[in-house]
């Protein structure tokens, strides 16, 4: 008997069980305050301080590169009934050097410093053309929940929810570990959090390393690994 299968089994199950009460996981979303929504600077996820971050590596058997760039743009969203602007993140994806996803993803971070996702436009792209928008969804349309992209102040044990769109995309994050140290690339970063990623069931699990000042260094998905190549 694979010695993994009860194991997945018995997170796939505590995951449907999450999915079906609709009980709340990590950071209280009616307490957030936004006063400057777009000055993201949260330790391990400042995705406003960098002009472009890229990812390199393979997955299922393909070699892939991802650039992410925040835009000079904001989307506008309510909460609470007040308006947020929402910082406006363009991820590309490429495959074997085609692209073959654009994604624009939004995140506004409160005054607390929780990193907050409101939802993303998605573009599925072959041969050059666009073919669907599998996995696009918005806060305040799709669902009444926003994802959390980073508490303020995660630490090992932490759980939050990504994304938790009835119907739709679900991710479930958890701290599994603080590591004094990781060496991606050639490049040592200290002080990083691993982080577990489990979504519907059938997609497996992804872990992801963050570095302070600097953000996601490392993905790995159940058949592949990428590494944070820099930022600019």
């Known amino acids: 008997m694979n010695r993994r299968l009860p194991v997945l089994a018995a997170a796939l199950a505590t995951l449907a069980v999450g999915v079906g009460s609709g009980q709340a996981v990590g950071p209280d979303q009616s307490k957030a305050e ?14 406003t301080e960098h002009e472009r971050c890229v990812l390199r590596g393979r997955e299922d058997g393909a070699r892939v590169r991802v650039v992410r760039t925040p835009l000079d743009r904001t989307k506008m969203f309510r909460h609470n009934g007040e308006p947020v602007r929402a910082a406006v993140i363009k991820d590309r994806e490429f495959e074997d050097g085609e692209l073959v996803e654009r994604t624009f993803d939004y995140f506004a971070q409160d005054d607390r410093g929780t990193v907050w996702y409101l939802g993303e436009d998605v573009d599925e792209i072959e041969d050059g053309k666009v073919v669907g928008h599998g996995g696009a969804w918005l806060y305040g349309k799709d669902t009444n929940r926003m994802g959390v992209g980073m508490p303020a102040h995660p630490q090992v044990g932490s759980r939050w929810r990504h994304e938790d769109v009835p119907d739709g995309p679900f991710e479930s994050d958890k701290v599994v570990a603080k590591l004094d140290e990781a060496t991606v690339r050639g490049e040592t970063y200290r002080d990083v959090l691993k982080v577990r990623e489990l979504s519907k069931p059938g997609d497996g699990f992804e872990f992801k390393l963050y570095a302070p000042g600097v953000g996601n260094i490392q993905e790995k998905p159940p058949d592949g690994r990428l590494g944070l190549v820099g930022c600019d």
């Open 34 to 47: 936004f006063s400057d929504p777009t000055d993201i600077n949260n330790r391990y996820y400042p995705l």
